[in-house]
């Protein structure tokens, strides 16, 4: 079974790769340049069409945001809390995620190849992070969430009371 | 809790014995509300994300905007609109203006495209009063399926559409479908939607319209705009042409379709 530290290294790898994808199409958008894509102008379709934004905010910038904030709750020293917040983080973003690959399917009829890749590392982060918060520590001792049985065992009746 | 307390042991080690039974217990106790608490947090969580998401899915589904047909003083509205928009412009066919402008822009949509609506309540109607009301520019309605699920249906509101051109009223027909447009994937385009929009068009003579839908050239019309909208690789709607009218044309890529700035430069150009 991995380990908390290879878990938090792979999700840091994954969310950091989630971040370049993230930081380019937010690029793209507001450079207003042609993305890079293999399926045609599917990207470009997707890219500028009405469900590129939510409430006027880019959702390529929304990605940015997300991805920062998902590598910061992983670079924070881990604990019970901070475990909680990526394992948010990362739900709110494959929602998120979900919500927009239902859009390029549904409504838009075209699949931006950037968008699914960061949909299939969001997934990976949401799995990865749920497990890792539903395990709990595996901290050396003194860990934060480890239960401070010691103090909260009452002290034995005196012999022969 | 278990006493396995052997009566060997001395009394020091059996306290011992006990206090680590209770401690283990105590720790898995402990153990058991974290995890209980974790999933109910989990649980939260992922019942907030559900409610978000379809508080945005609804939110961007334009609810409001996209309500099919209209009805009574709203479709008089829509009429209005539509008519101080194209009204005393000439069309032929599937185009609008003038046949002899200097400039022709082909806009491929598909009639349920949401993407499209945005382009006709957005970019489109500066452009036509600037550019096509001048005669400057015409504007040909190309048809290519992306948003209408169903072959069948889409090739039946395009026909309808190319109908209403016969008596020179396509442009009415299609903006009149694109402001009245219903949810996408709803199944709201049905013979009495299509009825109910032909009786708004301003002047159509509805028995000819109706028997111009059998006309199997307006099929041929929409197979023939499929076949140009793959000569050029389009894959989604809207997507424009735009060329010096007889010559050739380019496409215009990327343009903003709620503001007319990208059309206007293009056209300029050409106009120059």
């Known amino acids: 079974m991995m380990s908390n530290r290879a878990i938090r290294i792979t999700m840091l790898v994954i969310a950091t790769v989630g971040l370049g994808v993230a930081s380019y199409l937010t690029y793209v958008h507001y450079s207003g340049i042609q993305p890079i894509c293999s399926a045609g102008g599917s990207c470009l379709e997707v890219q500028t069409s009405i469900y590129s934004k939510i409430a006027g905010v880019p959702v390529a910038l929304i990605g940015l945001l997300g991805y920062i904030v998902i590598l910061a709750s992983l670079l924070v020293p881990e604990s019970e809390e901070s475990r909680f917040a990526t394992m948010a983080f990362t739900v709110v973003g494959f929602g998120f995620s979900a919500y927009l690959t239902y859009r390029e399917l549904f409504s838009i009829h075209a699949i931006c190849e950037w968008c699914a890749s960061s949909a299939g590392m969001m997934t990976i982060l949401a799995g990865l992070s749920i497990w890792r918060f539903l395990r709990g520590e595996s901290l050396p001792a003194g860990g934060s969430t480890r239960v401070e049985a010691d103090s909260a065992v009452p002290p034995l009746p005196a012999a022969g009371s | ?272």
Not at chain 2, 111 to 133: H, M, N, S
Not at chain 2, 146 to 173: C, D, I, S
Not at chain 2, 192 to 216: E, F, H, I, K, M
Request: charged content about 20%; proline content about 5%.
């Open chain 2, 1 to 272: 809790m278990s006493s396995g307390i052997d009566p060997d042991l001395t009394r020091k080690e059996r306290r011992e014995q006990a206090r680590s039974e209770r401690k283990a217990a105590e720790e898995a106790a402990a153990s058991q509300a974290a995890q209980r608490t974790r999933l109910i947090r989990l649980g939260s969580v992922i019942a907030a994300v559900v409610v978000i998401v379809a508080v945005i899915l609804i939110a961007t589904s334009g609810g409001g905007k996209s309500k099919g047909l209209a009805h009574g003083n709203e479709a008089n509205k829509e009429v209005s609109t539509v008519s101080s928009l194209v009204k005393g412009i000439p069309q032929s066919g599937n185009t609008l203006g003038n046949p002899k402008a200097p400039v022709t822009l082909q806009y491929f949509g598909d009639l349920e495209c949401p993407i499209c609506k945005e382009f006709t309540l957005g970019a489109l109607p500066p452009l036509i009063q600037k550019y096509v009301r001048t005669g400057k520019l015409k504007i040909e309605y190309l048809s290519l399926e992306t948003a209408t699920r169903e072959p069948e249906t889409f090739r039946t509101q395009q026909v309808a559409a190319y109908a209403a051109g016969k008596q020179n009223l396509a442009w009415y027909f299609i903006e009149l479908f694109y402001h009245e447009q219903g949810q996408e994937d709803s199944g709201y385009v049905t013979e009495n939607y299509l009825q109910g929009l032909a009786q708004q068009v301003p002047g159509l003579n509805l028995p000819n319209w109706s028997a111009a839908r059998n006309d199997p050239a307006l099929a041929e019309q929409v197979t023939r705009d499929a076949q140009a909208a793959n000569q050029q690789n389009f894959t989604g709607t809207p997507s424009f042409l735009i060329g010096k009218t007889g010559g050739s044309f380019s496409k215009l890529e990327n343009p903003n379709l709620e503001q007319p700035a990208d059309f206007e430069s293009a056209i300029n150009k050409l106009l120059a």
